[in-house]
């Protein structure tokens, strides 16, 4: 079972997400649930670094992990875009959970 750990803050901002844990949905390689969760996952690091000019290099990734919370404040000027990449986040993850709850669920924690 993959846990998807969202972090919100008391506004229900989201602050950062935490993926981990094996789907066992298929075989290590072959495993769907597993590579969707991946793929929304890395997107999402690369987006936040990428479109809103986040410092990711605080990220964890191993195997069966992926962590990572904003460092600090927002950017100056992003807030938007880093809500939108957040909300996009949250769309594929519960998509993904929606088709697959056997494999993988998704939790919020406050923080």
Excluded: K, W
Excluded at 31 to 44: F, G, L, P, R
Excluded at 63 to 78: C, N, S
Excluded at 79 to 92: L, N, Q, Y
């Amino acid at each position: 079972m993959t846990v998807i750990r969202i972090f919100v803050d008391g506004n229900d901002d989201v602050l950062g997400f935490r993926v981990s844990g094996h789907a066992g949905a298929g075989t290590e390689g072959n495993d769907v649930v597993c590579a969707a969760i991946s793929a929304v996952a890395y997107t999402i690091l690369g987006s936040l670094e990428q479109l809103a000019e986040v410092d990711i290099s605080g990220a964890v990734i191993s195997d069966g992990l992926m962590e990572f919370r904003l460092p600090g404040q927002y950017p100056q000027g992003t807030p938007d875009v880093i809500s939108c990449i957040f909300a996009t986040m949250e769309v594929g993850f519960q998509q993904i959970v929606g088709s697959y709850s056997q494999f993988a669920r998704i939790e919020y924690e406050e923080v």
